[in-house]
């Protein structure tokens, strides 16, 4: 019995001198962890101060948020990439390609808009990406936009090469009404309606024509649209109105609901459009696109393989 004691008293001794080390060392743990904590304060207290230099660039609520990037020296990167002239379809449906991962991977964007080396991507007013931070939402679509643009080349331009690496700008416009909105894009179409029209005109004038390009320009100096689709028609038997409406028109990237012959069940997928967006007719057939309502079916004009445009046609196979 007395030995037992003894044991218990010896091994209650032993604890106590364990614990008390333990307590020693998180005491000095402690002390460690708050000196670390009380230096890194210090380098933070001295640095913290260039925090403030940020600016908040928060969107205001309620407003329709518009980025539009525009390629950097295009007119060098066409010519270098000998880009069909005025129009070449590689590069325009690359340009759609591209807009359409933008959109993949913000869902907030109820319409994207593209023409030329361009396009512009319209994000609902209740977006709260990113907190609704501009340089955040603009940096993130522009440089989406150019890595898509250039992963995606070969599937456009196939052993074609690209030659350097292209660059796009970038910038957010905000739009208080939907009349605003509107506006804009139809802004952007009418530029490409007196750009297509002047370029279609001026390229068969030199490729077709044989006039110098100082020729080109004096003969259409101060023509009007309709002198310039009666010197199509006259001299190069060419009906404007019958060009691919993408060159016209430029492209429109809505969601729809979609199925084709080779689906079981309709998907929402990104549809090109190439139609007049000026007119108040496109916003009640899309009325989905102000209200944000979910999106309606789409059909192709015939579910024939060939009509399906490839942008549809890449998405289902994925
Ligand atoms: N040949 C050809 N050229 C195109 C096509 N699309 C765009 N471009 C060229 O890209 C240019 C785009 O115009 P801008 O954006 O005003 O000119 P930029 O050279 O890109 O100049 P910055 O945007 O100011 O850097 C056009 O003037 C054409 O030279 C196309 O389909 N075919
Ligand atoms: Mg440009």
Known sequence: ??????IIKSRLSVCKTLCH?????????????????????????????????????????NVWIVVRIDGKAFHKFSKEHQFDKPNDDRGLNLMSHAAMSVMEE??????????????????????NL????????????????????????SKWFQSDELKYPPSFDG?????????????YLSWRQADVHINNLYNTAFWNLVLKGGMTNAQAEAALRGTVSGEKNELLFSKFGINYNNLPAMYRKGT???????????????????????VDMIKEKFWTEHNEILDKKPSQNYEFEKTVEELIPKLVQLQIEK
Request: charged share 25%.
């Open 130 to 153: 990113y907190n609704r931070r501009s340089a955040k939402i603009m940096s993130n679509v522009c440089s989406l936009f150019t890595a898509s643009f250039c992963f995606n080349w």
């Open 106 to 127: 913000f869902c907030d964007i109820v319409l994207s808009y593209g023409q030329s080396d361009e396009y512009s991507f319209v994000f609902h007013k209740t977006t």
């Open 252 to 274: 429109i990237l809505l969601r729809k609901k979609v199925k084709t012959s080779e689906m079981k069940n309709r998907r929402q997928l990104i549809v090109p459009l190439h």
């Open 1 to 6: 019995m007395h030995n037992r004691l003894f």
């Open 171 to 183: 910038r957010v416009v905000l739009y208080p009404s939907d009349q605003n909105l509107k506006d």
């Open 21 to 61: 080390s333990l307590q020693l060392k998180q005491k000095s743990i402690d002390v460690i962890r708050r000196n670390l904590r009380t230096s890194s304060k210090m380098a933070n207290s001295k640095f913290d101060y260039v925090r403030s230099f940020e600016t908040d660039d928060k969107i205001l609520p």
